[in-house]
């Protein structure tokens, strides 16, 4: 298995250094060979070859069976036409990874302000309120006058569908009960459609109970009882505002794996951005990195049918776990060890397995 490594911006080279350690000690231990290329993309490759990301690197991409995106400071990318394109869209759009998939948990050692909890949050990635991609060329947010900004929202029946299908997927292999998120009330039309195309699609499971909330409710109920929910659909924004809250309330920011799938190509990426405030400091929790590449793993062991991937992605959870329980973690989920000391007692601890 080749996969594509971009550390990314901030905190992105210290957490993406542990990941490739904890990849490379993964691959020796259960043999499955994997092998890591490094590439860059974000601020250095803007330096580099006056874009964030180039052609030749999707290619590479695309001749890959994975990609770990570190996080990004896309809040300094804001014009296209001097290179300065969001990667994470750009990945997003260009390998069409329609389903971001954001788990979220709680840990008996890891303080939380909530009951324990384990859902999933199923995020549509490649339209919504995103500008930046829900058109075919251009920007769907326009400066009308100096006072007047229109931003659109697209919602088709494709994107719904193919979501939603990924939402009901990934319930069966959980608890079997599906949340729809919207906002059906206002945006009666987009979401309305968004409700109707989830539980048609939801007719053909059904062994999976199905609800739904209108998005801020929402925020409301994950706060005050996360545990009664599995697996939530959602589309784009609502999906990436709702997954922070529900990564935070497992514990910090810093646990929150994700994964962007489609049907060809997947990347691993955290849930958080490049966290400037904390870059530098050895200070940045390398978990939800960790956690997406297991993530990776699990979904090209299930793609390629090779069951040694889905054993190591579960035995890299179950090394994770092992660390917060024995307290060898970074000072956001209570421990006092650095990001590089994290990775070196995975290592330490995996060897044992
Ligand atoms: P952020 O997610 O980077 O950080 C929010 C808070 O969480 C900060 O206090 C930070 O210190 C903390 N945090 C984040 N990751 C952590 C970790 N691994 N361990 C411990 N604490 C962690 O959000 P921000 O500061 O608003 O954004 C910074 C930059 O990241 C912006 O340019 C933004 O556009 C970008 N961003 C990128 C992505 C991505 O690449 N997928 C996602 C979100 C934000």
Same mark, same amino acid.
């Given at each position: 298995? !080749?996969?594509?490594?971009?550390?990314?911006?901030?905190i992105?080279?210290?957490? %993406?250094?542990?990941?490739?350690?904890?990849l490379?000690?993964?691959?020796?231990?259960l043999?499955?060979?994997?092998?890591? #290329?490094?590439?860059?993309?974000?601020?250095?490759?803007?330096?580099?070859?006056?874009?964030?990301?180039?052609?030749?690197?999707?290619e590479k991409v =695309?001749?890959? +069976?994975?990609?770990?995106?570190?996080? %990004?400071?896309?809040?300094?990318?804001?014009?296209?036409?001097?290179?300065?394109? +969001?990667?994470? =869209?750009?990945?997003?759009?260009?390998?069409?990874?329609?389903?971001n998939?954001?788990?979220?948990?709680?840990?008996?050692?890891?303080?939380?302000?909530v !009951?324990?909890?384990?859902?999933?949050?199923?995020? #549509?990635?490649?339209?919504? &309120?995103? /500008?930046?991609?829900?058109? #075919?060329?251009?920007?769907?947010?326009?400066?009308?006058?100096?006072?007047? $900004? *229109?931003?659109?929202?697209r919602?088709?029946?494709?994107?719904?569908?193919?979501?939603?299908?990924?939402?009901?997927?990934?319930?069966?292999?959980? =608890?079997?009960?599906?949340?729809?998120v919207?906002?059906?009330n $206002?945006?009666?039309?987009?979401?309305?459609?968004?409700?109707?195309?989830?539980?048609?699609?939801?007719?053909?499971?059904?062994?999976?109970?199905?609800?739904?909330?209108?998005?801020?409710?929402?925020m409301?109920? $994950? $706060?005050?009882?996360?545990?009664?929910?599995?697996?939530?659909?959602?589309?784009n924004?609502?999906?990436?505002?709702?997954s922070?809250?529900?990564?935070?309330?497992?514990?910090?920011?810093g646990?929150?794996?994700?994964? @962007? /799938?489609?049907?060809?190509?997947?990347?691993g990426?955290?849930?958080?951005?490049?966290?400037?405030?904390?870059?530098g400091?050895?200070?940045?929790?390398?978990?939800?990195?960790?956690?997406?590449?297991? %993530?990776?793993?699990?979904?090209?062991g299930?793609?390629?049918?090779?069951p040694? &991937? *889905?054993?190591?992605?579960?035995? *890299?959870?179950?090394?994770v776990?092992?660390?917060?329980?024995?307290?060898?973690?970074?000072r956001?989920?209570?421990? @006092?060890?650095?990001? !590089?000391?994290?990775g070196?007692?995975?290592?330490?601890?995996?060897? =044992?397995?």
């Amino acid at each position: 298995m !080749k996969i594509i490594i971009i550390p990314g911006d901030g905190i992105g080279p210290e957490t %993406m250094a542990v990941t490739s350690q904890v990849l490379e000690s993964v691959s020796n231990k259960l043999n499955l060979g994997i092998e890591l #290329e490094q590439e860059t993309a974000g601020h250095i490759s803007l330096q580099k070859y006056g874009s964030t990301v180039t052609p030749t690197l999707l290619e590479k991409v =695309k001749a890959a +069976n994975g990609l770990m995106l570190g996080p %990004m400071s896309t809040y300094d990318f804001k014009d296209e036409s001097k290179g300065e394109i +969001n990667p994470s =869209k750009f990945f997003r759009k260009e390998l069409d990874l329609f389903a971001n998939i954001r788990p979220a948990r709680t840990y008996p050692k890891v303080p939380t302000c909530v !009951k324990p909890f384990d859902l999933a949050v199923v995020r #549509e990635n490649t339209e919504g &309120f995103y /500008a930046d991609r829900n058109v #075919e060329s251009g920007n769907s947010e326009m400066l009308i006058t100096q006072d007047v $900004v *229109i931003s659109l929202r697209r919602i088709t029946r494709q994107c719904c569908e193919r979501i939603a299908k990924a939402a009901f997927d990934l319930a069966m292999t959980r =608890k079997k009960h599906v949340t729809i998120v919207h906002k059906a009330n $206002v945006l009666k039309i987009g979401d309305g459609m968004f409700i109707d195309i989830c539980k048609q699609v939801g007719e053909h499971y059904p062994e999976v109970q199905i609800d739904d909330f209108i998005v801020d409710a929402m925020m409301a109920h $994950v $706060v005050r009882a996360p545990e009664r929910f599995d697996t939530i659909v959602t589309t784009n924004m609502f999906g990436d505002i709702l997954s922070d809250l529900t990564a935070e309330l497992s514990g910090s920011l810093g646990l929150g794996g994700s994964l @962007n /799938a489609g049907e060809q190509y997947a990347m691993g990426q955290a849930a958080h951005g490049s966290a400037p405030d904390i870059a530098g400091k050895d200070i940045a929790n390398p978990f939800s990195l960790i956690l997406s590449a297991a %993530m990776l793993l699990n979904w090209h062991g299930q793609k390629t049918r090779q069951p040694q &991937f *889905i054993k190591a992605a579960q035995a *890299i959870d179950r090394c994770v776990d092992q660390l917060i329980d024995l307290g060898e973690v970074t000072r956001d989920i209570g421990g @006092n060890l650095g990001t !590089k000391a994290v990775g070196d007692s995975f290592v330490k601890h995996f060897a =044992k397995y």
